[in-house]
Every structure is written in structure tokens, then in C-alpha cells.
């Protein structure tokens, strides 16, 4: 795994978090709460698919809340939360999905999805 530059952290879905590239990395998901049993919340990502956080005991989001989730990528591809903001009830998660598939991905915007220089 590369180091990780402080105070960056990619964009990511579902479909990217599968393949164990970003295990021990700090990621961000936006997503819509599932479900939550207090140890873990599923969450709807913007591609569709879905991401499992561990969750403090404390997390208190009920399903159908869209939150941008940050946290450190464990074994199994779970997700431990660091922290959440509250994207409110009109994001357009396909929007989303596209800026971080199509954008972020594309080589031309690199300089603004990477680590400053």
C-alpha cells in the first residue's frame, strides 16, 4: 500500500472499494443509510451498490439519511467511520457517481483530484 498524504483521501464507490485497492486508506463514500444495528450501518452508495461501516454505538442516522461517510478502509473491505456530513434530501447521487467515475477518473482533471503539489 502507498503512503497516504495527510488530508487527502479519494472519492470512491462501491465497485471501487471491492477490489481492496484502498485497504488502510482513508476514503469517502457518499451514500444513503440502510440499515444500522449499532456495531454497522449499510449504506446505498451512489453506484448502487453497498458499503459496510463499523459504527460507534452512539451513530444515531436514520435510513434514508445521504451522508458523505469518511473513515479508514479495514480487512473485508469494511469501513470504520471517522466522521459524517449530512448532504441533505435533494442530492443527486447519479450526478455523484458520475463526477467521481467519469471526472476523477479521466487523466485530463487529475491536478484536481490528487494531493497538492
Given at each position: 500500500?502507498?503512503?497516504?498524504?495527510?488530508?487527502?483521501?479519494?472519492?470512491?464507490?462501491?465497485?471501487?472499494?471491492?477490489?481492496?485497492?484502498?485497504?488502510?486508506?482513508i476514503v469517502?463514500?457518499?451514500?444513503?443509510?440502510?440499515?444500522?444495528?449499532?456495531?454497522?450501518?449499510?449504506?446505498?452508495?451512489?453506484?448502487?451498490?453497498?458499503?459496510?461501516?463499523?459504527?460507534?454505538?452512539?451513530?444515531?442516522?436514520?435510513?434514508?439519511?445521504?451522508?458523505?461517510?469518511?473513515?479508514?478502509?479495514?480487512?473485508?473491505n469494511v469501513?470504520?467511520?471517522?466522521?459524517?456530513?449530512?448532504?441533505?434530501?435533494?442530492?443527486?447521487?447519479?450526478?455523484?457517481?458520475?463526477?467521481?467515475?467519469?471526472?476523477?477518473?479521466?487523466?485530463?482533471?487529475?491536478?484536481?483530484?490528487s494531493p497538492?503539489?
Amino acid at each position: 500500500m502507498a503512503q497516504q498524504e495527510d488530508g487527502y483521501y479519494p472519492r470512491i464507490n462501491s465497485t471501487m472499494l471491492m477490489p481492496g485497492q484502498h485497504s488502510g486508506m482513508i476514503v469517502s463514500i457518499v451514500g444513503t443509510i440502510e440499515a444500522c444495528d449499532g456495531q454497522f450501518a449499510t449504506v446505498k452508495c451512489a453506484d448502487g451498490g453497498q458499503a459496510r461501516f463499523q459504527v460507534d454505538p452512539s451513530f444515531a442516522q436514520p435510513p434514508g439519511t445521504t451522508l458523505e461517510l469518511v473513515g479508514a478502509v479495514m480487512e473485508g473491505n469494511v469501513v470504520q467511520l471517522f466522521i459524517t456530513r449530512d448532504m441533505g434530501s435533494d442530492f443527486d447521487m447519479d450526478v455523484y457517481n458520475k463526477m467521481i467515475t467519469e471526472v476523477q477518473a479521466n487523466p485530463k482533471f487529475a491536478e484536481y483530484f490528487s494531493p497538492g503539489q
